[in-house]
């Protein structure tokens, strides 16, 4: 993914996304009407931070209800926190000015890379990643999973929808979040693993 993101910074740079970007604008231009710009709105929000609050509340209170825990919640926190401060230096970083024509939304900060799609993807797929862990309905993980992939997808278009960001930026977000997650997650795998094994080590 590091590689990935690299390939993509670098192509962007060289201006070799530019058809991309022209074309996936168009296809949003073609698209456009009231009612689809309105859900297109709704959805976005999904994306911000306090959407993942009001989710991250939700989920905290079932999960200490059905185990008396919350250290997987505390985990989400890191692993975004973490997610949101790379996001920063990356855009900072790269500088690139956001789309100004046909823009819906207003947007702060530089637009390399999407940080809403880099942040759902992130947010939505460590909420996946913990259903497949703790849920054993086979019915409820697959669903779960679609659901929040759409939900995802759907979110970065309506990034390119809106007029916030390029398709590249978008692209970059999505790499830049799978990178992050998987890194994130194949580390909390190994601490638990490690202190499992410290576990039964202590107790033969």
Same mark, same amino acid.
């Given at each position: 993914?590091?590689?990935?993101?690299?390939?993509?910074?670098?192509?962007?740079?060289?201006?070799?996304?530019?058809?991309?970007?022209?074309?996936?604008?168009?296809?949003?231009?073609?698209?456009?009407?009231?009612?689809?710009?309105?859900?297109?709105?709704?959805?976005?929000? =999904?994306?911000?931070?306090?959407? =993942?609050?009001?989710?991250?509340?939700?989920?905290?209170?079932?999960?200490?209800?059905?185990?008396?825990?919350?250290?997987?919640?505390?985990?989400?926190?890191?692993?975004?926190?973490?997610?949101?401060?790379?996001?920063?230096?990356?855009?900072?970083?790269? !500088?690139r000015e956001r789309p100004t024509l046909d823009t819906l939304v207003e947007a702060s900060l530089s637009s390399f890379p999407s940080g809403h799609s880099m942040l759902s993807v992130?947010?939505?797929? =460590?909420?996946? =990643?913990?259903?497949?862990?703790?849920?054993?309905?086979?019915?409820?993980?697959?669903?779960?999973?679609?659901?929040?992939?759409?939900?995802?997808?759907?979110?970065?278009?309506?990034?390119?929808?809106?007029?916030?960001?390029?398709?590249?930026?978008?692209?970059?977000?999505?790499?830049?979040?799978?990178?992050?997650?998987?890194?994130?997650?194949?580390?909390?795998?190994?601490?638990?693993?490690?202190?499992?094994?410290? !576990?039964?080590?202590?107790?033969?």
């Amino acid at each position: 993914m590091v590689f990935q993101f690299v390939d993509i910074s670098r192509d962007m740079l060289a201006n070799e996304f530019d058809q991309l970007d022209q074309e996936a604008a168009s296809l949003a231009l073609a698209m456009r009407n009231d009612t689809f710009t309105t859900v297109m709105h709704i959805v976005t929000n =999904f994306g911000n931070w306090y959407a =993942f609050l009001g989710i991250f509340i939700i989920l905290s209170i079932i999960i200490y209800q059905q185990r008396n825990h919350l250290k997987s919640p505390l985990i989400s926190v890191a692993i975004i926190t973490g997610a949101s401060v790379v996001m920063y230096f990356l855009k900072e970083g790269f !500088g690139r000015e956001r789309p100004t024509l046909d823009t819906l939304v207003e947007a702060s900060l530089s637009s390399f890379p999407s940080g809403h799609s880099m942040l759902s993807v992130v947010f939505y797929g =460590f909420v996946i =990643f913990y259903i497949w862990t703790v849920s054993n309905s086979r019915l409820f993980q697959i669903s779960s999973t679609a659901f929040f992939i759409v939900l995802i997808v759907l979110i970065c278009w309506s990034r390119i929808y809106l007029g916030a960001h390029f398709a590249s930026d978008v692209l970059a977000g999505i790499v830049a979040g799978v990178g992050w997650l998987s890194t994130s997650l194949l580390i909390y795998l190994i601490i638990r693993l490690t202190r499992k094994k410290e !576990g039964q080590m202590v107790l033969d």
